[in-house]
Structures are given as C-alpha cells and as structure tokens.
C-alpha cells in the first residue's frame, strides 16, 4: 500500500511539473542572453587550474530538483538516491520535509576542534538548502566528521560535510559521501563580481544541475567561481580559524595547493537556530 509519504512526495512533484517548464525556458533565455553578453566582453574570468578546481568541488552523486513557491513556504523536491547507485560513504537519516519556510533568517553553528564558526542564513534566499541542513543537523549528519579538503592557489576554500570523513588520518573516499538526496541549487551568484568573496559559506556539487547534497565550503579569499553554486550564507564569526587552518597548508594530495587541510578541523557538532523572523 502506498504510504502517505510517497502520496504526498507525488502530489508535490505533479504540482511541480508546471513550474518546472517555465524554469526550464527561463532558464535557456537567460543562457542565452549571457552568452551574447559574455562574447561581447571577451573577459577571461577564470584561470585553467580555477576550472579544473571548480570541476572537482563537490562529490559523486547526481540527481534533479525543484522548489515552488506556496504562499509563505516553499515545496522542495528531495531526489533520492537509487539504492544500487548508494556507496558505503552515504549516509542514510531520511528525507527533510516537503514543504520548508522560505522567510527569516537561521544562524548556523559549527563547533569545531579549533574553536566555533557561526554563520547567518537567509530562508528567502535559500529555503530548501536551509532545511536540509536543518534536518541533517537534527540527525547529528555532521557530527564528528573532518573538513577533508583545503586549497590554498588562487582557489581559497576550506570543504567540510562528508559524513564518512571520520576517525584518523583520511582515505582516497573523501569527499565522495553525502545523504540519499540530492537537490537543486538555490541563490546562484550570476551578479556579483567576485562570486564568492571572502567570507561566503557555499555548497559543493558535482558538474552536473541539481547535484547538491550536504558537502559545503567556507571561502577564505575571494573567489571567482563559476557561479553554479548555491550561497547558503555569510560567516559572522570563526574566519579567523578558517585563515588559520589555510595559512598552515594543505599535503598537496591532489595537486600542489589542494589537499586535506594540514591542521585537522574536526567537526564535533553542526546546529541550525529556530528560525527569526
């Protein structure tokens, strides 16, 4: 028998459908429109070795995802991740709610080995990534993990949020793990120049859309990204921790400049506020 779950995540997807269209060709308008405007400018914004970063921020797992708006709340799609498409490093705590506010503001709280970090998230920007992270940290998702990736070249990021990254040392599966879902990204920096400047708390994702899942990273230098990753807050405390931890470098196990973090940053525990507002 289908439980009242699934008829709710189906009644929620028809009334998406529609939504999703009109994104769709919005979305190739705008595309388009960019294109134009990126050949008339003939710009280079970003470095060779900044892409090849960009391309590798993020884990393994794809799916698809949309939001839309319900008076003072919004219906996000959680797509599950196949059970045979699952690895050892996926993080099985459920699925978040269907319906999330898309008003006031949340602070998040990562206590970690070094010290705590706060930062404000704003729910009309960013209401489904904020509920996820809500019911992750409700399931302790975060507690105990390691910030498993550092770079320290032009790209100034500190990547934490995989939930197998736990434990001594690190393994080559870092940065591969995550929760069942995936979503699609929110508050997409398309303006603003840099991207992510300093300070910026932002999602990690794979190359493909709506590939967000729990792994996200604090930008410690301003970054010109491709603007393809969702800005899920601002720091307000704790950058110094996070200057610190780039200042002392990373092993260079990938390339020179991007590693895991020399000076290990345990995440003991991620909170999410009652909402403001």
């Keep these: 028998m289908t439980s009242t779950k699934e008829r709710q995540r189906a009644a929620a997807r028809a009334r998406l459908e529609k939504e999703m269209a009109e ?18 400018a003939a710009l280079l914004l970003v470095i060779a070795g900044t892409v090849w970063l960009v391309s590798s921020l993020g884990d393994d797992d794809k799916s698809t995802d949309t939001a839309a708006s319900n ?90 949020g995989d939930p197998s990254a736990t434990g001594k040392g690190y393994r080559d599966t870092d940065g591969t793990g995550g929760p069942t879902y995936r979503f699609a990204e929110e508050n997409l920096p398309t303006d603003k120049r840099p991207a992510y400047p300093e300070g910026v708390i932002a999602m990690a994702k794979t190359q493909e859309p709506a590939s967000t899942g729990s792994q996200f990273f604090i930008v410690y230098g301003d970054a010109q990204l491709d603007p393809s990753y969702t800005v899920l807050g601002t720091i307000t405390s704790g950058m110094d921790l996070v200057k610190k931890v780039g200042a002392a470098g990373s092993d260079n196990a990938n390339q020179e400049g991007d590693g895991h973090p020399k000076t290990e940053v345990l995440i003991k525990s991620l909170t999410m506020s009652e909402i403001q507002g």
Excluded at 23 to 40: L, S
Excluded at 84 to 98: F, H, I, M, N, S
């Design 23 to 40: 994104r769709a060709a919005r979305a190739r308008k705008r595309r388009q429109t960019q294109a134009a405007v990126a050949a008339g």
């Design 71 to 160: 008076g003072g709340s919004v219906l996000c799609a959680w797509n599950e991740v196949p059970a045979e498409a699952r690895t050892k490093q996926v993080k099985d705590v459920g699925l978040p709610a269907v319906q999330a506010k898309n008003s006031g503001t949340q602070v998040m709280t990562i206590d970690t080995s070094l010290g705590p970090i706060t930062a404000k998230v704003n729910l009309t920007q960013t209401p489904c990534t904020a509920a996820s992270f809500t019911h992750l940290a409700s399931k302790k998702f975060f507690d105990n993990t390691k910030c498993h990736r550092l770079t320290t070249g032009q790209l100034k990021v500190l990547q934490c």
